[in-house]
């Protein structure tokens, strides 16, 4: 099972850019479909951007759609979220996961789920 960490949270003002990474630890990372989560307080997970193994194929939820973009580099076995004009109802813990199946916006269908990182955006 993939192990992974995620990082490059933090505080930003609304119209503000991020940069989230996600680390993966095994050399089978590349067989893997990756997907980006968020839990905001109070409020049960949802899916934000998915990503093929291959890096070819994306989706994304409609509230991020044209402000973020997914990514993979499959030789630093790590994915990314580049997050432009944030707003504040983006602010949430970003979960990082994985899943041998694709086209899935259910966290049931993910494994490997790492500890998350804040994104934080103020109005």
């Known amino acids: 099972q993939e192990q992974v960490v995620e990082s490059g949270g933090g505080l930003v003002q609304a119209g503000g850019s991020l940069r989230l990474s996600c680390a993966a630890s095994r050399r089978t990372f590349s067989l893997y479909n990756m997907a980006w989560f968020r839990q905001a307080s109070g409020k049960e997970r949802e899916f934000v951007a998915a990503?093929?193994?291959?890096?070819?194929?994306?989706s994304y939820a409609d509230s991020v759609k044209g402000r973020f973009t997914i990514g993979r580099d499959n030789a630093k076995n790590t994915v990314y979220l580049q997050m432009n004009s944030l707003k504040p109802e983006d602010t949430a813990v970003y979960y990082c996961?994985?899943?041998?199946?694709?086209?899935?916006?259910?966290?049931?269908?993910?494994?490997?789920w790492g500890q998350g990182t804040q994104v934080t955006v103020s109005s």
């Open positions: 996961a994985a899943s041998t199946g694709w086209g899935s916006r259910s966290v049931y269908d993910y494994r490997s």
């Open positions: 990503i093929g193994w291959r890096g070819g194929s994306t």
